[in-house]
């Protein structure tokens, strides 16, 4: 099933452009919105995000980065097609994230 929009979809939205939400209004909204897509609109939005975060800086000047994974079950953007974009294209680049193992969080290295 494909949805035809007739203002911008949900990933292409800006949200809480006057600042009248608080910090924790915009984050309910924001998971609604998430929960609420389709399985082929969260795979466009998490493309759509992996390409801005390609050309958000310089990344070769980057030596290392720590990030967050995503919640599936929350919808959060799919990053892993940027995070193999940075293995791939700056082996030398230490990237880490958190993983809990036993009940406890680690900071892990990636590669």
């Known amino acids: 099933m494909q949805r035809v929009y007739i203002i911008k979809p949900p990933w292409k939205q800006r949200y809480n452009k006057t600042m009248s939400l608080t910090k924790s209004e915009l984050r309910q909204r924001l998971k609604q919105a998430r929960l609420e897509m389709?399985?082929?609109?969260?795979?466009?939005?998490?493309?759509a995000i992996a390409e801005r975060l390609k050309n958000m800086t310089d990344w070769s000047k980057v030596t290392s980065l720590h990030y967050f994974e995503p919640l599936r079950q929350q919808l959060e953007p799919d990053i892993n097609g940027f995070i193999t974009y940075l293995e791939d294209m700056y082996p030398a680049m230490q990237l880490s994230t958190s993983r809990l193992i036993n009940d406890k969080w680690e900071v892990i290295g990636v590669h």
């Open 38 to 47: 389709l399985e082929e609109e969260h795979r466009l939005a998490s493309q």
